[in-house]
């Protein structure tokens, strides 16, 4: 995600024709990346907009920039004049001519919220004092803690967690540090970029799982070597966007990562092979989570969808769903715990798949369905809690460890007073 906007001024070209060269402005923001040509790629015989695989270009400082994943959104009259080209990508810092070129040894990514989940604190100050108590000396220590690695089989890659530290500014009055945290994923050979795409958000998925927030990328960089010489900034348009906070508490969190580093190889390792089978149940639960604003029926489909596509994926039924529902709800495992978030176990079940048949089928109406806005947003998060649990227990956490999770998270506490 992009958090500022700035723009790039330079020449762009198609990668077949650089004799052709149009000054541009490359506008870049939260909302959008827009290329401003001034003129055009067409020639008079084209007609209607165009897309664009890829255009390179290079900025005023000479840097090589590549635009991935190009379309044109207008045209002005006459188009030769100028063109507005919607872009996807932005590779700022190298060229390439095709998409197969598109390789990296290794891509480094930093989140939202990831130092809070982290919870590491390698930053300590200390006063040293004179006698009567006057400050003599304030001293910064940071100490930054191991990077921490860990290998995913299934992709034959290694993933590590790195820690930076960094002087943001200094004035006269002031002297600002920060750290911050990022993620390297490294394959044993070069992959292309859908690859990393790929695994980054299977990645993304499982922190959103633990951390119980949408999350955002807030730096994306990438290395075609092994040395990590070369670096490539790259900047994405938003497909999605959540609500940002400035941070999280762990307390909001489900697990933060010291509850799981004794654990989180084997964990993140069962993540990814899950990831194949419920490769569509994610792709449903995960996006309920960047709703912001959706209708409650929509809503509700979406996790009754994940619900049942875990289930039929996880379980060889002949019955139907809500033989299932009840049958997990009734896991002496997690017993306590659904009594304690779910009221009248033996009607849940049958006021989900009473409800899920009336709004798909718009069927008869009965007494089970649920209608009213706040108690369909309550319906609908029941089920996300319940498989919020089950995916917990496919990771393998310990069943108290999810239970107690469940019961502190502030979020879910509310379905506690709400029937």
């Known amino acids: 995600m992009i958090f500022e906007s700035f723009i790039i001024k330079g020449y762009w070209w198609l990668p077949n024709n650089d004799n052709q060269k149009v000054p541009g402005i490359l506008k870049v923001s939260p909302d959008s ?29 000479d840097n090589d920039i590549t635009l991935f994943q190009t379309n044109e959104i207008r045209d002005y009259e006459p188009f030769l004049k100028g063109t507005d080209l919607s872009v996807r990508y932005v590779f700022w810092g190298k060229h390439f001519k095709q998409k197969r070129d598109i390789k990296f040894s290794s891509v480094s990514i930093n989140f939202t919220y990831i130092e809070d989940w982290l919870s590491q604190k390698p930053l300590r100050d200390k006063v040293k004092y004179k006698e009567g108590y006057k400050a003599e000396e304030y001293l910064i220590r940071f100490t930054p803690p191991e990077n921490y690695k860990v290998k995913i089989k299934s992709i034959n890659s290694i993933l590590q967690i790195t820690y930076i530290w960094e002087k943001v500014d200094a004035t006269i009055q002031n002297i600002n540090f920060q750290y911050s945290s990022k993620f390297i994923l490294t394959s044993e050979q070069p992959q292309n970029f859908d690859w990393y795409k790929k695994n980054i958000n299977i990645l993304i998925k499982f922190l959103i799982l633990v951390i119980g927030y949408p999350i955002e990328k807030k730096s994306y ?35 933060s990562f010291p509850q799981l580093e004794s654990e989180f190889e084997n964990i993140l390792n069962i993540w990814f092979d899950l990831s194949s089978k419920l490769e569509n149940v994610f792709k449903l639960f995960f996006e309920t989570f960047y709703e ?34 009840d049958e997990l709800l009734n896991n002496n495992n997690f017993d306590k715990i659904f009594n304690d978030f779910i009221f009248e176990k033996e009607n849940f079940s049958r006021k989900v798949e009473v409800t899920r048949d009336f709004l798909v089928h718009s069927n008869k ?4 369905v649920v209608e009213d806005p706040i108690e369909l947003f309550y319906l609908s998060e029941r089920l996300r809690l319940i498989l919020t649990i089950y995916l917990f227990n496919e990771l393998k956490i310990p069943i108290k460890d999810i239970c107690d999770s469940i019961n502190r998270n502030i979020k879910f506490d509310r379905l506690k007073s709400q029937k």
Do not use: C, H, W
């Open 221 to 255: 960089k990438a290395y075609v070597n092994e040395k990590l010489n070369e670096e490539i900034v790259i900047y994405e348009r938003p497909s999605l966007k959540p609500k940002i906070r400035d941070n999280i508490q762990s307390y909001y969190m489900l697990f």
């Open 292 to 325: 912001s604003v959706i209708k409650p029926n929509i809503y509700f489909l979406s996790l009754y969808l994940s619900l049942e596509g875990f289930i039929k994926q996880k379980f060889n039924i002949n019955k139907g769903i809500k033989y299932k529902i």
């Open 33 to 61: 990346i827009i290329l401003e040509l001034f003129g055009s790629f067409k020639t008079v015989k084209d007609f209607g907009l165009k897309s664009y695989e890829i255009i390179l270009g290079q900025d005023i400082d």
């Open 365 to 368: 109406k009965s007494e089970y």
